[in-house]
Nanobody, 124 residues
Framework: EVQLQASGGGLVQAGGSLRLSCAVS????????IGWFRQAPGQEREGVSC????????VYADSVKGRFTISRNKVKNTVDLQMNNLKAEDTAVYYC?????????????????WGQGTQVTVSS
């Protein structure tokens, strides 16, 4: 059973940093991608970043390019999202998802599994 566990959220001042982690377990296939998404109150879930398993290709939403970095930790079997220079508009619940594909995408509907969210609050 595929399991995704997101952690690392919290309260931070604008300009600060947080590192989110998505623990991935429960499967053995190799052709997949992990994405980070976020959902603010009253808004749809939007894609933030993605990394593919087989070639480590990455995708970023324009709103986070240059500030967020996605990476894979093969020892811990996690996909991490380093978030720097945080802004108030980054406040949301952040989710990680798994997509059965070697191609990275931040299209929400293309994801097959989701973990629970972790709250990120950025105070201005």
């Amino acid at each position: 059973e595929v399991q995704l566990q997101a952690s690392g959220g919290g309260l931070v001042q604008a300009g600060g940093s947080l590192r989110l982690s998505c623990a991935v377990s429960g499967f053995t296939f190799d052709d997949y991608a992990i994405g980070w998404f976020r959902q603010a109150p009253g808004q749809e879930r939007e894609g933030v970043s993605c990394i593919s398993e087989n070639n480590n290709s990455t995708v970023y939403a324009d709103s986070v390019k240059g500030r967020f970095t996605i990476s894979r930790n093969k020892v811990k079997n996690t996909v991490d999202l380093q978030m720097n220079n945080l802004k108030a508009e980054d406040t949301a619940v952040y989710y990680c998802g798994l997509r059965y594909s070697t191609v990275c995408s931040v299209a929400r509907l293309s994801y097959d599994f989701w973990g629970q969210g972790t709250q990120v609050t950025v105070s201005s």
